[in-house]
């Protein structure tokens, strides 16, 4: 039973851990500790913390579950100060990409402490309080990784609680966390600079590549926005695994490179038809996707006052969008306005009262 948690390094994930527990358990004390005044002012003020602080101190004492939520090293460097601060019955977690280290940090310097590493597996390219959200671990998977020290009823009561904040708790050994994240995440930002870089470097004066670079260079490529910082440290902490994993995608480039010069049209068909059907069967709703999103799109004449037009029907009909944007280059999706509702209902009554409004709308479903 969590009366009280302590929250170091209040920023992108820090910040969306503290606003969910107080959105759905706002009788925990919530203790935010961060670097900057600036994030502290706004969660007092905006009831996303209780007390806050600058530095560990009294103020952890008594806490059944302290999330470590600053960068790996920084989160590092916390562990010794905490000591005098964790009772018995204390849980310590993480919220860092990488496992292995923090694992390996918590045994030398706390030893007997009950760590379970944990890896919300949401997120996005901006980071700081300010991005924060109290809704940003809807239904993504939250991955933990008990330690040592860490009893199964401590491990169950954990994933109880992540649940509890909607999202989707699964156990992982360290090493697996390690070995699967690296596929699914380290290694394709790597790729997505890689990308980047491609075309950086191939670009004309008159920067073309640059200009038209749309739709799905756009998509696969988003992720190279994220902090460069964290990507530095996350390429390095994983370093063994994301080494083995990186020479295996170069060998499957170097294998359609190989196809591509010999003209090997079969076998590329084969390699494509094969990848798009592994593709098709991750779908945008699977809880594997990380959030649900409820979008759809919207086609509408380039004309003054279309926008306005479709966003005063959903409004006549109380309906609230989460997002709206522009899709700048029709190759890839079908509709110009690209709009995203916070549930299914809102998806489907916006989608109902659109088309009534004779508008050409379209769900992409994979
Ligand atoms: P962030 O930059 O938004 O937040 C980090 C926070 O830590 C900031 O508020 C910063 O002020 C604070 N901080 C840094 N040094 C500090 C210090 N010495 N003392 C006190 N506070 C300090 O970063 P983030 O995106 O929230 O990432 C935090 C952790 O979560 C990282 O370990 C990262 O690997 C992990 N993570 C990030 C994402 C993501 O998509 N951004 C997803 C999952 C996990």
Redesign the pocket.
């Known amino acids: 039973n969590i009366r009280k948690t302590a929250i170091?390094?209040?920023?992108?994930?820090?910040?969306s851990i503290a606003k969910t527990i107080k959105r759905k358990h706002p009788e925990i004390t919530v203790v935010a500790?961060?670097?900057?005044e600036k994030?502290l002012k706004s969660a007092l003020s905006e009831g996303a913390a209780d007390i806050v602080t600058r530095s560990v101190d009294e103020n952890f004492s008594d806490c059944d579950l302290i999330f470590l939520?600053?960068?790996?090293e920084?989160?590092l460097?916390f562990l010794p100060a905490l000591k005098p601060y964790l009772k018995e019955s204390t849980v310590l977690t993480?919220?860092?990409?990488v496992k292995g280290i923090i694992h390996s940090g918590v045994s030398a310097a706390l030893p007997g402490a009950h760590f379970i590493g944990g890896?919300?597996?949401?997120?996005?390219e901006k980071?700081?309080?300010e991005?924060s959200t109290d809704r940003l671990f809807e239904n993504a998977y939250y991955l933990l990784t008990p330690g040592e020290n860490v009893s199964d009823e401590e491990t169950e009561s954990l994933k109880q609680f992540i649940a509890s904040l909607d999202a989707i708790p699964l156990v992982l050994s360290p090493a697996e966390h390690d070995h699967v994240t690296a596929a699914v995440s380290h290694v394709p930002h790597l790729a997505a600079y890689a990308l980047v870089k491609l075309i950086a470097d191939s670009d004309s004066p008159e920067e073309y590549m640059k200009r038209i670079a749309a739709g799905g260079f756009r998509d696969i490529t988003r992720i190279a926005s994220?902090?460069p910082t964290?990507w530095e440290q996350?390429s390095l902490e994983n370093r063994e695994r994301i080494s083995a994993l990186l020479k295996t995608y170069i060998n499957s480039l170097s294998g359609i490179l190989e196809l591509v010069e010999r003209g090997d049209g079969e076998k590329l068909h084969k390699l494509f038809s094969d990848a798009k059907d592994y593709r098709d069967s991750m779908t945008l709703t699977s809880p594997g996707r990380g959030q649900r999103i409820f979008d759809f799109f919207c086609d509408i004449v380039d004309e003054t006052g279309a926008i306005n037009n479709v966003t005063a029907i959903l409004f006549e009909n109380c309906i609230s969008i989460k997002n709206l944007s522009i899709v700048h280059n029709r190759s890839f999706e079908k509709g110009v306005l690209h709009i995203e509702c916070y549930d299914e209902p809102g998806r489907d009554r916006a989608i109902e009262v659109l088309k009534l409004h004779s508008y050409k709308v379209y769900i992409f479903d994979k």
């Open positions: 170091i390094g209040l920023g992108l994930i820090g910040g500790c961060n670097r900057s994030a939520c600053a960068p790996v920084t989160n460097s993480d919220a860092g990409s890896h919300p597996m949401a997120g996005s980071s700081g309080y991005n994220s902090d964290m996350i």
